[in-house]
């Protein structure tokens, strides 16, 4: 059902409650007022009709009574007669009756049936019930029934009605009597009349039989096409008198329970009408009933009457009809133009509603730059400006709140990460920010830490009051002479061990408080390892010094020695030669320990200048040098000799005009004599060549090529570092201790030439040095 | 059942004593006719009751009137109305040994009522007001009615005296002592005015 709803809903475009109630609010009060007056007019008709039917039923109740009284008071006025009277004394005396009298009698009674033809039959019954005097009346023709036809049988009824009667009183009973001729039932009104000698004492029963069907006819006015229904009906609930089905007494009279208006009406209705009420009911579903007690009886059930008018509500209430149908097409345009109405207003108030739905849902997925467009120019578009000025604020407020939460990340990262203590103290000293290194570096942890006094916790007994001033100056002023800057101070660990720190300090304003942020950097092995450093630092210095020391006099003490050996050596060969004593063998030795000498002399000189260049008591001298005639000419002409006695060429080629440069000369000198010492050292066969040239650049270039054994491109890296040969070990063919070509390379260095190196194993070597 | 009413009725039997039984006839004529609906009825001097009997009376309804007009019955008897008329009728009584009022009922209903107090019930229609009936409660079970003729028989009445009366519904109760014999019957012819 309300899945069936809400399709229907969907389907009129009815979206959401507000829809509903806003066509409901602008629908239902039109059509509430409506139906309200609609119906009070339908009521007012409807009680107009009502008081209709009551009158109706008085007005019957009323012409009933004033019938009754009519027929009484004709019966009464023949009883009145003189000869009535004579005949009632007969009946007291000796019941015998004159024919005279009775005659006239029985004629007074045929001029009322002949005047009336509801009359149907006058008895005159002695007190036993005895016939006396009867006359009827059949298809309008009167008779009067001979002496020898009249009933032998005494009428006990109207005996035991008769007796229980009160002077005065005329008593109505239903009846039907059955027609000889046509044997058909004939409902009857019996009137019973007791009738009372001067004494006061029943002489004789009146009764007259009325024809009803024909009495109420008389009483029941006509309804024309109405569906009116006048019921009679007596104590039990029978029906006497029925204005539908009078044409069928017959079964009216036989069928007990179709013919009782238990059987037609509600019990509530039915048991009303037979206590006697009198009262209007639309109890009984479509039909107006008036019901009433008419000839006032109190006699048995079967003996009482009731008048009942029974209308079609409908039918009989068109106005009302009319009016229902009025109703209806009021109620459907009504309906239909406030459900208009309902749909434009909830169109004009909720398009925009839907809008801001639809702009709150973008706005929520995380769309803060949509924007609500709507233009109604009322309150609606005050919401939807204040709502758009609200998202602006919003997405601002997110994107800071974006910005802190990152920085409070990186904050609460960095002090959790941190290997300092940071903490943040208030105005009271109160800790209330204590990183993990803090708990690590102190020994407290974070709950014992927190809300404690920092003053207490860390800070030496002897500096305490100090802090406290520093820190309260320093919250006071907002600024301190530490704020930036970082301070030495002592501070105190859990276990009471005081140690070296470093504080920074930094002030933040949150809420109206000032609080102090510090980072605190325990700096105790920072302090020894630098008292280490300085330390180590000077054993070095001193440690090289010496060495430097020992080097030098080494160098002296073996240079000093070897001369003399040496020159006493020169000084013996050349005895030897000048006695003529000097044979080759002796020469031979004397050439061994003459360049063995040579060979101790240079390796304690290039010790001596690394040792010199190491300490930094090398003293390079740049000036503006001819490399070529300074230096190389000179060289050459030294090399020459020894690559001759080796067999090989030895060329210098000059192709520069200005073979200048600003360097040391002595360092170069060196540098040249190392690598023209090697080149003839490598090579056993072919030449040396030493080219001196300007490149492009003007700087000058000097290139020594051998064809000696060359240097495997593995080596060529580890070619200038001090004591390497490519040979290692008692294996090697050269000697040398390695130390010349990391000279030149610190040479080279500290005069600026770079220095470069090609080689081919077995083709050889060049090095080239561009000056600068 | 069956079996134990042929007991009650064999022991009924035994316990009676078997004595021979006189009849009761005659003859009652009114203004020089015989008269129907006399009830004539024979009540032991010595004061005796009777046992209600089993068999119901029956007060029938038919073509507008009560069939019989008169029926006697011994005190106790249940008297049943059935209505076999074409139309409804109202039963009721105001007589001072019962009053009842069945209400109107329809043709194939049935009424009943027990007469258990001797006298005259007058029984009368609300709806049709020429039906009238009498009951006649008797104290006695020797009773008869006259037929058209005015002719009566009791059977079967033991010996001894009784007080004989007769009852009418325009005249009033005659009352006489009559003697019944062992063997024989009794003839009784009346004249009433």
Redesign the interface.
């Given at each position: 059902m309300k899945n069936f709803l809400k399709k229907i809903f969907s389907v009129l475009g009815i979206q959401g409650k507000l829809t509903l109630i806003i066509i409901l609010l602008s629908t239902l009060p039109i059509t509430l007022v409506s139906i309200f007056t609609v119906n009070q007019e339908i009521k007012y008709k409807q009680e107009e009709n009502i008081r209709d039917i009551k009158t109706d039923v008085k007005g019957l109740s009323e012409r009933t009574v004033v019938f009754l009284t009519r027929i009484e008071s004709e019966i009464m006025l023949v009883m009145k007669s003189t000869e009535t009277k004579k005949i009632l004394d007969d009946l007291d005396h000796n019941e015998m009756i004159q024919k005279q009298t009775k005659e006239k009698v029985e004629k007074e009674f045929v001029n009322i049936l002949t005047d009336n033809d509801y009359y149907l039959k006058i008895n005159l019954l002695n007190k036993?019930g005895k016939e006396i005097i009867s006359v009827f009346q059949d298809q309008k023709k009167p008779y009067v029934v001979e002496q020898r036809y009249l009933?032998k049988?005494?009428?006990?009824?109207?005996v035991?009605i008769a007796n229980?009667m009160k002077s005065g009183e005329i008593n109505l009973?239903?009846?039907?009597?059955?027609n000889p001729t046509s044997n058909k039932?004939i409902p009857i009104i019996?009137f019973i009349l007791p009738v009372y000698n001067q004494n006061n004492k029943l002489a004789a029963i009146l009764?007259v039989n009325i024809h009803a069907e024909k009495l109420f006819e008389l009483l029941v006015p006509s309804h024309g096409t109405t569906s009116k229904q006048i019921l009679i009906v007596n104590g039990?609930g029978?029906y006497i008198f029925h204005s539908e089905r009078k044409n069928n007494w017959?079964s009216l009279?036989?069928?007990?329970?179709d013919e009782n208006i238990f059987h037609d009406y509600n019990q509530e209705i039915a048991q009303n009408i037979l206590a006697g009420k009198t009262e209007t009911t639309l109890k009984q579903p479509g039909r107006i009933i008036q019901y009433s007690p008419i000839f006032s009886g109190n006699q048995?059930?079967?003996?009482r009457y009731f008048i009942i008018e029974d209308l079609s509500a409908a039918e009989v209430l068109p106005s009302i009809q009319r009016l229902k149908e009025l109703f209806t097409v009021v109620i459907i345009f009504v309906g239909a133009l406030s459900l208009i109405i309902g749909f434009w207003t909830a169109r004009r108030f909720l398009r925009p509603i839907k809008q801001l739905i639809l702009g709150t849902q973008i706005i929520r997925s995380g769309n803060l730059n949509y924007k609500l467009e709507i233009k109604t120019q009322d309150e609606l578009q005050e919401l939807v400006n204040n709502f758009n000025q609200l998202v602006l604020e919003w997405k601002n407020k997110q994107l800071l709140e974006k910005e802190v939460r990152k920085s409070e990340k990186l904050i609460a990262s960095l002090t959790q990460t941190a290997t300092d203590a940071i903490l943040e103290v208030d105005s009271s000293g109160k800790i209330i920010v204590w990183n993990d290194a803090a708990s690590r570096i102190f020994g407290f942890s974070k709950d014992e830490a927190l809300g404690n006094s920092v003053f207490m916790l860390i800070v030496p007994e002897r500096d305490r009051s100090t802090a406290k001033e520093k820190v309260a100056a320093f919250l006071k002023n907002g600024s301190d002479t530490s704020l930036g800057t970082t301070i030495k101070i002592n501070a105190l660990r859990k276990n009471g061990e005081e140690f070296p720190a470093e504080l920074s300090f930094s002030s933040v304003l949150m809420d109206d408080q000032l609080y102090a942020t510090g980072i605190i950097r325990d700096i105790t092995k920072r302090e020894k390892m630098v008292a280490d450093l300085i330390e180590a630092k000077e054993k070095a210095e001193v440690a090289d010094r010496l060495k430097s020391e020992f080097l030098n006099q080494m160098s002296h003490e073996i240079r000093t020695p070897l001369n003399a050996l040496l020159n006493f050596s020169d000084y013996i060969h050349d005895d030897l030669k000048e006695r003529d004593q000097l044979t080759d063998d002796i020469n031979e030795n004397f050439n061994e320990v003459k360049e063995s000498g040579a060979r101790i002399i240079r390796t304690v000189e290039l010790i001596l200048l690394m040792s010199q260049i190491q300490t930094g008591s090398y003293e390079n001298n740049p000036r503006k040098t001819n490399i070529y005639d300074e230096i190389l000419k000179p060289l050459s002409n030294k090399y020459r000799q020894v690559a001759s006695e080796k067999n090989l060429e030895f060329n210098v080629i000059s192709k520069s005009d200005t073979p200048f440069s600003y360097v040391d000369p002595y360092s170069v000198t060196q540098i040249l004599s190392h690598l023209l010492d090697n080149a003839i050292k490598f090579t056993n066969k072919g030449s040396i060549t030493v080219e001196i040239e300007n490149n492009t650049m003007q700087n000058l270039v000097v290139a020594i090529k051998d064809t000696g054994i060359g240097i495997s491109e593995a080596y060529l890296p580890k070619l200038f570092t001090p004591f390497s040969q490519e040979q290692q070990g008692l294996t090697r063919t050269y000697d040398g201790n390695g130390l010349g070509l990391a000279l030149v390379k610190r040479l080279c260095e500290m005069n600026s030439i770079s220095i470069e190196v090609t080689s081919m194993k077995s083709e050889g070597t060049c090095f080239k040095m561009i000056f600068p | 059942m069956k079996k134990n009413v042929i007991l009650a009725s064999v022991i009924i039997l035994l316990s009676l004593p078997i004595t021979s039984a006189g009849d009761l006839k005659g003859k009652i004529k009114a203004e020089g006719e015989g008269l129907s609906d006399v009830v004539v009825s024979l009540a032991p001097i010595e004061k005796k009751n009777f046992p209600a009997p089993k068999e119901t009376a029956l007060m029938d309804q038919k073509n507008l009137a009560f069939v019989p007009h008169v029926l006697p019955v011994l005190i106790g008897t249940k008297v049943v109305f059935p209505n076999s008329d074409q139309t409804r009728h109202s039963v009721f009584s105001r007589s001072k040994i019962k009053k009842f009022d069945f209400g109107t009922y329809p043709p194939g209903a049935e009424k009943s009522i027990i007469c258990d107090e001797a006298g005259i019930l007058t029984v009368l229609c609300y709806i049709h007001h020429d039906m009238s009936a009498y009951i006649v409660v008797l104290e006695t079970p020797y009773f008869a009615k006259t037929n058209q003729s005015g002719e009566y028989t009791i059977h079967n009445i033991p010996p001894g005296k009784y007080h004989l009366t007769f009852w009418h519904e325009e005249t009033e109760i005659k009352s006489q002592d009559i003697v019944i014999p062992e063997h024989g019957t009794v003839t009784k012819n009346i004249s009433l005015e």
């Amino acid at each position: 059902m309300k899945n069936f709803l809400k399709k229907i809903f969907s389907v009129l475009g009815i979206q959401g409650k507000l829809t509903l109630i806003i066509i409901l609010l602008s629908t239902l009060p039109i059509t509430l007022v409506s139906i309200f007056t609609v119906n009070q007019e339908i009521k007012y008709k409807q009680e107009e009709n009502i008081r209709d039917i009551k009158t109706d039923v008085k007005g019957l109740s009323e012409r009933t009574v004033v019938f009754l009284t009519r027929i009484e008071s004709e019966i009464m006025l023949v009883m009145k007669s003189t000869e009535t009277k004579k005949i009632l004394d007969d009946l007291d005396h000796n019941e015998m009756i004159q024919k005279q009298t009775k005659e006239k009698v029985e004629k007074e009674f045929v001029n009322i049936l002949t005047d009336n033809d509801y009359y149907l039959k006058i008895n005159l019954l002695n007190k036993r019930g005895k016939e006396i005097i009867s006359v009827f009346q059949d298809q309008k023709k009167p008779y009067v029934v001979e002496q020898r036809y009249l009933s032998k049988t005494p009428k006990m009824f109207y005996v035991s009605i008769a007796n229980e009667m009160k002077s005065g009183e005329i008593n109505l009973s239903p009846s039907e009597i059955k027609n000889p001729t046509s044997n058909k039932f004939i409902p009857i009104i019996d009137f019973i009349l007791p009738v009372y000698n001067q004494n006061n004492k029943l002489a004789a029963i009146l009764t007259v039989n009325i024809h009803a069907e024909k009495l109420f006819e008389l009483l029941v006015p006509s309804h024309g096409t109405t569906s009116k229904q006048i019921l009679i009906v007596n104590g039990e609930g029978f029906y006497i008198f029925h204005s539908e089905r009078k044409n069928n007494w017959n079964s009216l009279f036989t069928r007990k329970f179709d013919e009782n208006i238990f059987h037609d009406y509600n019990q509530e209705i039915a048991q009303n009408i037979l206590a006697g009420k009198t009262e209007t009911t639309l109890k009984q579903p479509g039909r107006i009933i008036q019901y009433s007690p008419i000839f006032s009886g109190n006699q048995a059930a079967t003996n009482r009457y009731f008048i009942i008018e029974d209308l079609s509500a409908a039918e009989v209430l068109p106005s009302i009809q009319r009016l229902k149908e009025l109703f209806t097409v009021v109620i459907i345009f009504v309906g239909a133009l406030s459900l208009i109405i309902g749909f434009w207003t909830a169109r004009r108030f909720l398009r925009p509603i839907k809008q801001l739905i639809l702009g709150t849902q973008i706005i929520r997925s995380g769309n803060l730059n949509y924007k609500l467009e709507i233009k109604t120019q009322d309150e609606l578009q005050e919401l939807v400006n204040n709502f758009n000025q609200l998202v602006l604020e919003w997405k601002n407020k997110q994107l800071l709140e974006k910005e802190v939460r990152k920085s409070e990340k990186l904050i609460a990262s960095l002090t959790q990460t941190a290997t300092d203590a940071i903490l943040e103290v208030d105005s009271s000293g109160k800790i209330i920010v204590w990183n993990d290194a803090a708990s690590r570096i102190f020994g407290f942890s974070k709950d014992e830490a927190l809300g404690n006094s920092v003053f207490m916790l860390i800070v030496p007994e002897r500096d305490r009051s100090t802090a406290k001033e520093k820190v309260a100056a320093f919250l006071k002023n907002g600024s301190d002479t530490s704020l930036g800057t970082t301070i030495k101070i002592n501070a105190l660990r859990k276990n009471g061990e005081e140690f070296p720190a470093e504080l920074s300090f930094s002030s933040v304003l949150m809420d109206d408080q000032l609080y102090a942020t510090g980072i605190i950097r325990d700096i105790t092995k920072r302090e020894k390892m630098v008292a280490d450093l300085i330390e180590a630092k000077e054993k070095a210095e001193v440690a090289d010094r010496l060495k430097s020391e020992f080097l030098n006099q080494m160098s002296h003490e073996i240079r000093t020695p070897l001369n003399a050996l040496l020159n006493f050596s020169d000084y013996i060969h050349d005895d030897l030669k000048e006695r003529d004593q000097l044979t080759d063998d002796i020469n031979e030795n004397f050439n061994e320990v003459k360049e063995s000498g040579a060979r101790i002399i240079r390796t304690v000189e290039l010790i001596l200048l690394m040792s010199q260049i190491q300490t930094g008591s090398y003293e390079n001298n740049p000036r503006k040098t001819n490399i070529y005639d300074e230096i190389l000419k000179p060289l050459s002409n030294k090399y020459r000799q020894v690559a001759s006695e080796k067999n090989l060429e030895f060329n210098v080629i000059s192709k520069s005009d200005t073979p200048f440069s600003y360097v040391d000369p002595y360092s170069v000198t060196q540098i040249l004599s190392h690598l023209l010492d090697n080149a003839i050292k490598f090579t056993n066969k072919g030449s040396i060549t030493v080219e001196i040239e300007n490149n492009t650049m003007q700087n000058l270039v000097v290139a020594i090529k051998d064809t000696g054994i060359g240097i495997s491109e593995a080596y060529l890296p580890k070619l200038f570092t001090p004591f390497s040969q490519e040979q290692q070990g008692l294996t090697r063919t050269y000697d040398g201790n390695g130390l010349g070509l990391a000279l030149v390379k610190r040479l080279c260095e500290m005069n600026s030439i770079s220095i470069e190196v090609t080689s081919m194993k077995s083709e050889g070597t060049c090095f080239k040095m561009i000056f600068p | 059942m069956k079996k134990n009413v042929i007991l009650a009725s064999v022991i009924i039997l035994l316990s009676l004593p078997i004595t021979s039984a006189g009849d009761l006839k005659g003859k009652i004529k009114a203004e020089g006719e015989g008269l129907s609906d006399v009830v004539v009825s024979l009540a032991p001097i010595e004061k005796k009751n009777f046992p209600a009997p089993k068999e119901t009376a029956l007060m029938d309804q038919k073509n507008l009137a009560f069939v019989p007009h008169v029926l006697p019955v011994l005190i106790g008897t249940k008297v049943v109305f059935p209505n076999s008329d074409q139309t409804r009728h109202s039963v009721f009584s105001r007589s001072k040994i019962k009053k009842f009022d069945f209400g109107t009922y329809p043709p194939g209903a049935e009424k009943s009522i027990i007469c258990d107090e001797a006298g005259i019930l007058t029984v009368l229609c609300y709806i049709h007001h020429d039906m009238s009936a009498y009951i006649v409660v008797l104290e006695t079970p020797y009773f008869a009615k006259t037929n058209q003729s005015g002719e009566y028989t009791i059977h079967n009445i033991p010996p001894g005296k009784y007080h004989l009366t007769f009852w009418h519904e325009e005249t009033e109760i005659k009352s006489q002592d009559i003697v019944i014999p062992e063997h024989g019957t009794v003839t009784k012819n009346i004249s009433l005015e």
